[in-house]
């Protein structure tokens, strides 16, 4: 029997849309779906539209005055686990998924009192939506980032939907969701409470 199996844990999904609320996003959309999967796992927790706060660009963990990543940070250092969502413009994350990376970077200099970063336990996982294809290539740049900055991830980490090349179908106009997508933002909820609840009942070792 699984000691951890009724751990509580939270989580925070980052929507990296270029669109600030209250339009429409399939960024948001997959990203509360997959905190709806996650609560099946006894996980509770929030959705932030990175668009609608003034999330200066730089590395550090406060870029001064008007600066809202200090909030979101803190939001991100009270969970366990860490959605990272975002559609795919021109082959890539969008600007704003690039700007949460290099926000996050600056915990690369942040250590607890036996030299840890303050991100190591936590536990990261992906969204990504688009018209074309890309979803792959995005997922992997954004796997590296996060794992780069202290963030572990579980098999399976990222769920997607991509459509038809050169249409304009957007995955919140579906009827329904794909049973595909539906079945992967299932595995990933399931493996990532999974780790996050092994990595909080036995913490990495001390640097």
């Not at 509770?44 to 999330?55: E, S, W």
Request: net charge negative.
């Amino acid at each position: 029997m699984d000691p951890n199996r009724n751990t509580p844990l939270r989580a925070v999904a980052l929507v990296c849309t270029l669109t600030p609320s209250p339009a429409p996003s399939s960024s948001q959309l997959l990203a509360e779906q997959t905190m709806a999967a996650l609560a099946e796992h006894g996980v509770t927790g929030k959705t932030v539209r990175i668009a609608d706060h003034d999330v200066k660009p730089g590395v550090q963990t406060d870029m001064g005055d008007g600066d809202a990543w200090p909030e979101i940070r803190d939001t991100i250092l009270g969970t366990d686990i860490l959605i990272l969502s975002t559609p795919i413009w021109l082959g890539h994350p969008s600007s704003i998924a690039q700007r949460v990376l290099e926000r996050l970077n600056a915990e690369i200099s942040e250590s607890d009192d036996e030299g840890r970063m303050l991100t190591y336990g936590k536990v990261a996982a992906v969204c990504v939506v688009g018209n074309e294809d890309g979803a792959h290539k995005v997922s992997a740049d954004l796997f590296q980032g996060l794992n780069d900055v202290g963030f572990s991830l579980a098999p399976n980490a990222v769920t997607y939907w991509v459509g038809e090349a050169m249409q304009g179908t957007d995955y919140q106009d579906l009827d329904k969701t794909p049973e595909k997508t539906a079945a992967t933002t299932a595995a990933l909820a399931a493996n990532t409470a999974h780790l996050a609840r092994r990595l909080k009942g036995t913490p990495y070792p001390a640097s």
